[in-house]
């Protein structure tokens, strides 16, 4: 039974260290961020399903609690373990199986920011993209159990919204958007789940499948959503919802 849920961007510039200089423009984000898993927390889930998009070879990966991640990729030496203590300059994380998509290892460093000891936590990659049945299926299964599922769903919105964005600007993305805002604002299960799979490839925007996994898992729920942030810094729609 899903019990709450929130959605987040997973931008690595969500990591201080990654952002360096730039670091203090996306504070707003990550408070937000912050705030969205003290809602997760105050649910009392009994388990954490962490979902994000991956470019792996595997349609879904999972991932255990203890698996660990890093930011060399970005040019800097920091690790993350998922469910693990925040990790510092030169800290690699635990070592347990394959590495965390960058997805899965923002999430890991937004956990450990707010030092989550709220439940068990496990991961999924999702690989992005993948078809709309298959994503809602997904989320079926995971709160299929008798059991208080609370997800954590990563992904941005477009990477459209201006000239300087890494997809270039196309004018479909303010209003695909606008229209994913909405959804995640008012939990609108039925509105994440008819996402245009096409469009959202075209508009670059890496979180469709995995908002369709929360699409799934949420439906015959009663939940209330929340918009907590909402912009698109860098050209790139990041937006932050709960819904409980």
Not at 14 to 20: I, R, S
Not at 32 to 52: E, T, Y
Not at 82 to 101: K, M, N, V, W
């Amino acid at each position: 039974m899903l019990v709450s849920a929130a959605v987040c961007p997973c931008p690595p510039l969500l990591v201080p260290a990654v952002a360096a200089g730039a670091a203090p423009e996306l504070d707003a984000a990550r408070d937000a961020c912050a705030d969205a898993l003290g809602v997760l927390a105050a649910a009392r889930p009994a388990r954490l399903i962490v979902v994000g998009p991956s470019a792996g070879p595997q349609d879904l990966e999972p991932y255990p609690q203890g698996a660990h991640g890093s930011f060399r990729g970005y040019g800097v030496d920091v690790g993350v373990t998922l469910g693990g203590t925040p990790a510092g300059p030169g800290d690699r994380g635990g070592r347990s199986g394959d590495e965390l998509p960058a997805s899965l290892a923002v999430a890991a460093w937004l956990l450990a920011h707010v030092a989550w000891s709220a439940s068990p936590i496990q991961g999924l990659g999702v690989r992005e993209p993948l078809a709309r049945e298959r994503c809602i299926e997904t989320g079926r299964d995971l709160t299929a159990p008798d059991e208080r599922v609370a997800l954590l769903v990563m992904g941005d919105a477009s990477a459209c919204r201006t000239l300087k964005a890494p997809g270039y600007l196309d004018e479909r993305a303010a209003a695909f958007d606008a229209e994913v805002a909405r959804a995640l604002a008012t939990a609108d299960v039925t509105a994440l789940a008819a996402l245009d799979e096409t469009l959202a490839t075209d508009l670059k925007a890496a979180g469709r499948s995995c908002w369709q996994v929360l699409a799934g898992a949420a439906e015959g729920t009663s939940l209330n959503g929340s918009l907590l942030y909402e912009d698109a810094p860098y050209g790139v729609g990041y937006l932050v919802a709960t819904w409980s």
